[in-house]
């Protein structure tokens, strides 16, 4: 198989003048920091962009939105009530056996629509359970910039061992929220689980 190179036409003296031609030592230096400074640029605009948005310098943070932990409260449950330190969770079945726990997030400064997750600690053996957030914001309740999530059914399966006591068990819930524009937040409680519902 013969290849054969390609010649494109000529455009004056163009083509002539590069042909053939090495770049001088200077000529490649000035080259190579032309690129350079391109990729500098790209890499701090890149950095600025994950930092929360166009513009941002080196070594900001995301911007900071507040995270309240709570529970269902009010005629319909829907309405939130702020979770004391120490309060007492009532496990309930809801007739579907397995058991939950009915709670609620807070946030402000997040706007309408933000990732939720939960994570719960037995505080006596380390165990944890993780309700991470869904692939898509969850839809907030709001009314003025104070957006509520209420309720939030948190599964307790696993929480202590099958033959464990769970009436007083001594729990931490934690909440981690962040929206699409970069803001992040947390909140966490201690409780005691209360089986007096089951």
């Known amino acids: 198989m013969r290849s054969r190179a390609l010649s494109l ?4 003296g163009t ?10 030592p200077a000529q490649l230096l000035i080259a190579i920091a032309a690129l350079i400074g391109c990729a500098c640029s790209s890499d701090a605009r890149a950095a600025g962009e994950s930092a929360g948005g166009s513009g941002g310098s080196a070594g900001s943070s995301n911007p900071q939105g507040q995270v309240e932990l709570g529970v269902p409260s009010g005629p319909d449950s829907l309405d ?6 120490g309060a007492v969770l009532r496990l309930e079945t809801f007739g579907q056996g397995g058991t939950h726990v009915l709670l609620g997030v807070r946030c402000v400064g997040f706007g309408q629509r933000a990732f939720v997750s939960l994570r719960v600690r037995n505080l006596t053996d380390g165990t944890e359970l993780v309700a991470p957030a869904p692939a898509r914001p ?5 009314d003025g910039e104070i957006c509520d999530l209420v309720p939030i059914t948190m599964m307790m399966g696993g929480i202590a061992a099958n033959d464990a006591d769970r009436d007083g068990l001594a729990i931490e819930i934690s909440a981690e929220v962040h929206n699409a524009s970069g803001v992040t937040g947390s909140a966490s409680a201690q409780a005691t689980l209360s089986t007096a519902d089951l």
């Open 15 to 24: 083509n002539r003048a590069h042909r053939g031609r090495v770049l001088s």
């Open 80 to 85: 939130f009530a702020p979770l004391v330190d």
């Open 9 to 12: 036409p000529s455009s004056g």
């Open 138 to 142: 969850q839809l907030l309740f709001c």
